[in-house]
């Protein structure tokens, strides 16, 4: 019974790619995030994401586009990857307000080569 | 500008003794804080959050922090350490309301605790 979950955990691909993260929470949060979690161990808050309004970290590329299909899900597209981008992506959800704790998948190692 | 510090990059304690994982913020308003562990290959739990109230929080595997407002401080305790506390620890501060129903969090840059046997 997993509450957020993130599949693959392990990604290699070449640069130049186009690739998908996908994430998903049982948790019933009408909120969800995508970090990046640099080598330095660095956690940086790339979207906010809920069924109404996405916030995009203006530091994000536009390479990146989270995608929702419902609010169980909120999947991380990438599209011609960099060697930058390598890193750890957690996906992580809360109740909508600044009271709520997030709850954080296993995260995704993407690996650029 | 608001911001969470965490001034220690590695903390080492012996088994059995206390420890204290060290925080400091600065925002504008209330403080909405938290903290998080994340042990390796792992992502983030959930461990306590000072939102108002009593300035001692209680929280998971029997860590608490105290929420000390005039040295705008939000420090980690543990009476006794267990070798499994050994995590890297994040202290994280809400940010203002920033839409899509959220308050995004900023995170420190984490505090390596190692417990000693």
């Known amino acids: 019974d997993t509450a957020v979950s993130q599949t693959p955990k392990y990604l290699v691909t070449q640069m130049g790619n186009d690739k998908s993260i996908k994430c998903e929470q049982n948790?019933?949060?009408?909120?969800m995030y995508w970090y990046k979690q640099d080598s330095k161990k660095f956690l940086k808050i790339m979207f906010s994401y809920n069924n109404k309004e996405l916030i995009i970290n203006e530091t994000v590329p536009n390479r990146f586009s989270p995608k929702s299909p419902d609010k169980a899900h909120l999947n991380l597209h990438i599209n011609s990857l960099e060697l930058g981008d390598s890193a750890v992506y957690f996906c992580a959800s809360s109740r909508m307000g600044g009271a709520y704790e997030q709850y954080f998948g296993p995260g995704t190692r993407l690996t650029v080569t | 500008a608001q911001s969470v510090a965490q001034p220690e990059d590695q903390v080492n304690v012996a088994e059995g003794n206390p420890l204290t994982v060290k925080c400091t913020y600065s925002v504008s308003g209330n403080p909405y804080l938290f903290w998080y562990v994340q042990y390796p290959n792992r992502g983030l739990q959930f461990l306590l959050k000072?939102?108002?109230?009593?300035?001692l929080v209680k929280g998971s595997y029997g860590f608490e922090a105290e929420f000390n407002k005039s040295q705008t401080s939000f420090h980690l305790k543990k009476p006794s350490a267990l070798v499994s506390d050994s995590a890297l620890y994040f202290c994280?501060?809400?940010?203002?309301?920033?839409?899509?129903?959220?308050?995004?969090?900023?995170f420190g840059k984490g505090t390596k605790l190692s417990v000693i046997p």
């Open positions: 948790l019933g949060h009408d909120t």
């Open positions: 994280a501060v809400r940010l203002s309301y920033s839409g899509a129903g959220s308050y995004q969090l900023t």
């Open positions: 000072y939102i108002t109230g009593d300035n």
